[in-house]
């Protein structure tokens, strides 16, 4: 049987640096969105990478769940109208809402949480991202300046 960890480096941390994210607003964009199901219901499993300041290029996790109770899902439908910036309709398909999903601009809300002993950052809220989403539509008044809607990767 292969030694699948034969070769890989591993990082050793500094005991005396904070190496946490420290609780804050970060920009972020969407890099991956994946369906699963949990054990009641299922839920979208997001990758967020950060992409301003000294956390550039960490990465988050955050779940949107799709299913379960009234508040859960009173929650899921704020984080899909903050990351889509649109009202979510009942019958839209979830793969392509996780399509538009991807490379969406947003601000994860973090603070520090213990999880089985261990200190994490974990995402507690997003929110919409102005300043990235106002700078993608802004018109310079040229002919051949500013971003159209249609002309966006995502």
């Given at each position: 049987?292969?030694?699948?960890?034969?070769?890989?480096?591993?990082?050793?941390?500094?005991?005396?640096?904070?190496?946490i994210?420290?609780?804050?607003?970060?920009?972020?964009?969407?890099?991956?969105?994946?369906?699963?199901?949990?054990?009641?219901?299922?839920?979208?499993?997001?990758?967020?990478?950060?992409?301003?300041?000294?956390?550039?290029?960490?990465?988050?996790?955050?779940?949107?769940?799709?299913?379960?109770?009234?508040?859960?899902?009173?929650?899921?439908?704020?984080?899909?109208?903050?990351?889509?910036?649109?009202?979510?309709?009942?019958?839209?398909?979830?793969?392509?809402?996780?399509k538009?999903?991807?490379?969406?601009?947003?601000?994860?809300?973090?603070?520090?949480?213990?999880?089985?002993?261990?200190?994490?950052?974990?995402?507690?809220?997003l929110?919409?991202?102005?300043?990235?989403?106002?700078?993608?539509?802004?018109?310079?008044?040229?002919?051949?300046?500013?971003?159209?809607?249609?002309?966006?990767?995502?």
């Amino acid at each position: 049987m292969a030694d699948y960890l034969e070769g890989l480096e591993f990082i050793e941390f500094d005991e005396g640096v904070d190496s946490i994210m420290p609780d804050g607003e970060y920009e972020c964009v969407v890099y991956s969105a994946e369906l699963r199901q949990g054990r009641k219901s299922p839920y979208i499993a997001m990758q967020l990478i950060v992409t301003s300041g000294e956390y550039e290029d960490e990465m988050l996790f955050q779940n949107i769940v799709l299913g379960g109770s009234r508040i859960a899902q009173r929650i899921s439908k704020q984080n899909l109208h903050a990351l889509l910036q649109r009202d979510i309709k009942s019958k839209e398909k979830t793969a392509d809402i996780m399509k538009e999903l991807l490379g969406k601009p947003i601000i994860a809300i973090v603070k520090k949480d213990v999880y089985q002993g261990v200190e994490r950052p974990e995402v507690k809220g997003l929110k919409p991202w102005k300043k990235a989403t106002d700078a993608l539509f802004e018109d310079s008044g040229s002919e051949e300046g500013g971003t159209s809607k249609e002309e966006l990767p995502f």
